[in-house]
């Protein structure tokens, strides 16, 4: 007898015990996927190299899904205390979740509208003599200047108007804050 012609029994213990696991693990497998998908669904917001993403998911990292309809914002690398609290919550809705996003967005704009006010001030005559003469030489024939020239009336009709976009935060709930003390020097000339 050659070593081919060995047959190997399994016996009808094993079988039985095989069909019994199969069973029960079918089992799981479907109980599980019935709990997982009676977990609702909750939104969150996430920070991922500076970016605030809006996704959406049961378990969070494990099933996590970026919103389609949410682009991610830079928001700088630095998590300050507000973001912090944010990036904690869970939301039932996607519209809970931007609810609760508006406040801190308008307060970190007002923030930065006043973090920026005398860089501005520096910049805002540097960039109007800069328009006026990217205008000149437009008009004079220079070709190609239309898009600095765009953004720099942009920018000039945005530096006009900061006032009103601090009483859009404002009238968002933010509360105006007081001047830092080297602040105070500044605006009070």
Not at 156 to 176: A, D, H, S
């Amino acid at each position: 007898m050659s070593h081919h012609d060995v047959s190997y029994r399994v016996s009808a213990i094993n079988r039985d015990l095989f069909k019994k696991v199969g069973i029960v693990g079918a089992v799981i497998v479907v109980v599980a996927l019935v709990v997982f998908l009676a977990i609702p669904t909750k939104y969150y917001f996430c920070i991922k190299d500076g970016h605030l993403g809006l996704y959406v998911g049961r378990i969070g990292w494990f099933d996590a899904l970026k919103d389609k309809t949410f682009e991610p914002v830079y928001f700088g690398k630095e998590k300050d205390p507000e973001l912090q609290t944010l990036l904690t919550k869970k939301f039932k809705t996607r519209d809970e979740a931007l609810e609760a996003l508006r406040p801190l967005a308008l307060h970190r704009i007002h923030r930065h509208i006043g973090a920026l006010e005398e860089v501005e001030k520096t910049l805002f005559e540097q960039y109007r003599i800069l328009l006026g003469e990217y205008l000149a030489a437009h008009q004079a024939g220079v070709k190609g200047f239309e898009i600095p020239i765009e953004a720099l009336q942009t920018w000039l009709e945005m530096y006009e108007n900061r006032e009103n976009f601090r009483k859009i935060c404002e009238q968002g709930g933010v509360k105006p804050e007081k001047p830092a003390p080297s602040q105070k020097a500044h605006t009070s000339k």
